[in-house]
């Protein structure tokens, strides 16, 4: 959990490598996406997949983590574009992914798309 109760440059700072977490996270999974299609590496690749999404899931299941990472966007747009373009192709390659791979809401087991997870 993340907290912000510090001077206003702590708390941007703070902002920003949220941000800069989630971006790196998307890429990871991008990157875990893609090597899923590899026979040799799939297995490594799913388990590795399978944590990014679960660590993005976690990230953003807090209400005041995706607020922070609101301000940090808000703050810096140069450092929203990369963190669009990271969300853009993660989710490009997740959608090509079966189901199984993609994680799930607990309450009704439906898959759950990042970018929801990111309104």
Known sequence: MSSCHGKAEECISLCRAL??????????ATFYADKVKEPLE???????????LERLEKMLSSTKNRALIHIAKLEETCMSLPHALALERCHCHLSLLPARLLPHCPCCSKPI???ALLL
């Open 19 to 28: 941000l800069s977490a989630l971006t790196w996270l998307l890429r990871c």
């Open 42 to 52: 799939q297995a490594v690749a799913e388990n590795q997949l399978k944590m990014c």
């Open 113 to 115: 798309h990042l970018p």
